[in-house]
C-alpha cells in the first residue's frame, strides 16, 4: 500500500539554525500538508500546498517557515532560523482530491520529531 | 472559528469491553468529520469519516461513529475491544478554507489484558 515518508525520523538542532524536514507523498496525491504537534499539544495545521504554490497557511507559519515541491516527488519545510519553541512532531501528509469529494482522505507520514536546544 | 473538542485524555478498558470516544464538534455549517488513530511511532490513520448521508458511518477495525448535529457530536465505538487498539485517537473536523482539518487534543487508549 502507497504511503507517505518523511525523513529524518528525529532531528536535533541548536536555536538559530535552519533546518529541511522532507516528505514523500504518494505519488499520484496533487495536495500537500504540513502538520506539527508540540508535545502535549494538538496537532495543528501549518500549511497546505496544490499546483506548486501555497493554498492556505495557518497564523503560526510565518516568515521563518517555507515549503517547496523541488521536484516531481519531494516536498520539504524549510525553518530558517530555529527557536526552541518550534520543538515538535512534524506530520506531512497528501491528499489526491480536495475536500468535500466522497474519496477524500489525508494520508499522514510517520512523522519527524525536531528537538531545538 | 471551528473547533474540536476531546473530553477524555485517557481512557483504560479492558480486553473484549466496549469503547465510546467522545467528540464535540464546533462548526457553522454540515460539517466533514474524521477520525484518526495514531499507533506508536506511526503516522495518523483515518479510521472513518462523516461527510453527509447516513449518520451512523463505519470504519476500519470494526469502529463506527455516528454524527449528532443536535449535540455537535462524533462519538467513535467499538463494541469488543483488542488489546491491539491501544493507541491515541483523533477527531478532527474540516477547517474550512484549502482543505486543512482541525484536531481535537487526542484521547490515549489503554487496553487491559
Known amino acids: 500500500e502507497p504511503e507517505v515518508t518523511q525523513t529524518p525520523s528525529h532531528q536535533v538542532t541548536q536555536m538559530g539554525q535552519e533546518v529541511i524536514l522532507r516528505c514523500v507523498p504518494i505519488?499520484?496525491?496533487?495536495?500537500f500538508y504540513w502538520y506539527r504537534q508540540i508535545l502535549g499539544q494538538k496537532v495543528e495545521f501549518l500549511v497546505s500546498f496544490y499546483n506548486n504554490e501555497i493554498s492556505e497557511k495557518s497564523e503560526i507559519f510565518d516568515d521563518q517557515f517555507s515549503v517547496e515541491r523541488p521536484d516531481g516527488s519531494n516536498f520539504t519545510l524549510k525553518i530558517r532560523s530555529t527557536k526552541l519553541e518550534d520543538s515538535a512532531m512534524y506530520f506531512c501528509?497528501?491528499?489526491?482530491?480536495?475536500?468535500?469529494?466522497?474519496?477524500?482522505?489525508?494520508?499522514f507520514g510517520p512523522g519527524t520529531r525536531l528537538t531545538v536546544t | 472559528a471551528q473547533s474540536v473538542t476531546q473530553p477524555d485524555i485517557h481512557i483504560t478498558v479492558s480486553e473484549g469491553a466496549s469503547l465510546e470516544l467522545r467528540c464535540n464538534y464546533s462548526y457553522g455549517a454540515t460539517p466533514y468529520l474524521f477520525w484518526y488513530v495514531q499507533s506508536p511511532g506511526q503516522g495518523l490513520q483515518l479510521l472513518l469519516k462523516y461527510f453527509s448521508g447516513d449518520t451512523l458511518v463505519q470504519g476500519i477495525k470494526g469502529f463506527e461513529a455516528e454524527f449528532k448535529r443536535s449535540q455537535s457530536s462524533f462519538n467513535l465505538r467499538k463494541p469488543s475491544v483488542h488489546w491491539s487498539d491501544a493507541a491515541e485517537y483523533f477527531c478532527a473536523v474540516d477547517g474550512g478554507g484549502y482543505n486543512k482539518l482541525i484536531f481535537g487534543a487526542g484521547t490515549r487508549l489503554a487496553v487491559h489484558p
Open positions: 505519488s499520484n496525491h496533487l495536495y
Open positions: 501528509a497528501s491528499s489526491s482530491s480536495a475536500l468535500a469529494v466522497n474519496s477524500y482522505e489525508q494520508y
